[in-house]
């Protein structure tokens, strides 16, 4: 079992920059595939970006693809998202997700994780 606690999330305006932390508890985190999803008010829930067990791979979407970069520090159990060129449809609560894998997969669907965060307000506005 993991449990997962977000930090960075602010008040920025557009075209700027924040980094989000997640910070994990438990063993193994090396197993885990994780990822960061976002929630707009009256929107469902969407995935920003996964990444595999040993970062072999990784997966965007299309609204996020060469703006937001996921990255893990095993060693530091801290899973990361740095975002760039940040607009206003940005704007969402973010959530780290993880789920235990044997294989390299990124999974994409928020019902193929197993543990949640309590959510970063990230908010981009002039």
């Known amino acids: 079992q993991v449990r997962l606690v977000e930090s960075g999330g602010g008040l920025v305006q557009p075209g700027g920059s924040l980094r989000l932390s997640c910070g994990a508890s438990?063993?193994?985190?090396?197993?885990?595939?994780l990822g960061w999803f976002r929630q707009a008010p009256g929107k469902e829930r969407e995935i920003v970006a996964g990444i595999s067990r040993g970062g072999v791979t990784q997966y965007y979407a299309d609204s996020v693809k060469g703006r937001f970069t996921i990255s893990r520090d095993n060693a530091g159990s801290t899973l990361y998202l740095q975002m760039d060129r940040l607009e206003p449809e940005d704007t969402a609560v973010y959530y780290c997700a993880a789920v235990q894998q044997f294989n390299f997969r990124a999974p994409r669907a928020a019902t193929d994780y197993d543990y949640w965060g309590q959510g970063t307000q990230v908010t981009v506005s002039s």
């Open positions: 438990g063993q193994f985190f090396s197993s885990y595939a």
